[in-house]
């Protein structure tokens, strides 16, 4: 099995290994670990070439997982593999806890119920499951993970784990599916036309949506408003013009839709913690 990419944007990390007996000694099948993920923890993966089940533990995670869009708490569970896309990120800055375990597709463990997590080949986002239960499964696997006289027992215990998670009702968010089309089809626009967009109001008439139901599916996808992610847009986009260029604040206010420089500059503090000429400190030209 290639090495297993791990983030290193970690407090803590224990790992331990599933070491399959073979003809000419042992060899290395999957990784069980536990992860306390710091305030900048974040990966994007495509193409993982493992299949890998991960839960949390404390904390909160925003995760991407096939184009499906949430924020996982504690018991919150995804399930991926080799034909998923997957990006995570620590939520609001506060430190996260989770558990993996991840298996080669080709290390002949026999695990059906493992496989039956997936469908069609589809990651597996579930938003609360029994942590404890859970937890005591993941103590098992530990105690026999590094001895391979123990190797049926250990394929039989994850195969048991994922049978568990398989029986358990999928608290899924309600409407997720129909609103992850919508979000996305809005952020993308945003991103698209965010030098010119002014207001909520002209986001929602210009998407075709009413306001208030915008801003509801923004509440169940995303820690920032609609209105937000344009500020924050806005504002990034003015930092690099002030690190790049020699223009004045007036005509950086203009270029991002704004035709009073000083409402700008409000705005940039707001968002930054400084005014425009105290982020770029040389006298303007």
Known sequence: MD????????????????????????????????????????????????????????????????????????????????????????????RCTKHFIAISPGAGMDLESLQGLFTEGRGLLVERIPVIRVLKFINLITDIAGDPEMWEVLVRSIDALGCFLGLLPKKRRPEVESTDEAFRAVTRFISEHFMKLKSLDEIADRCGYDKSYLCQIYKRHSEVSPYQQLLRMKMGYACILLETTDWKVRAIAESLGYEDSLHFSRLFKQKIGVSPSQFRPEVER
């Open 3 to 94: 090495a297993l990419p791990l983030s290193k944007q970690v407090l803590k990390r224990r790992l331990y290994s599933f070491l399959k007996p073979g003809g000419d000694g042992v060899e290395l099948a999957g990784l069980l670990g536990s992860e306390v993920c710091d305030a900048s923890y974040s990966i994007d993966r495509e193409g993982f070439p493992f299949l890998v089940m991960e839960f949390i533990e404390a904390g909160s995670i925003d995760i991407i997982l096939d184009n499906e869009s949430t924020s996982l708490r504690r018991g919150g569970f995804l399930c991926y593999g080799p034909g998923s896309r997957v990006s995570m990120k620590v939520a609001t800055g506060v």
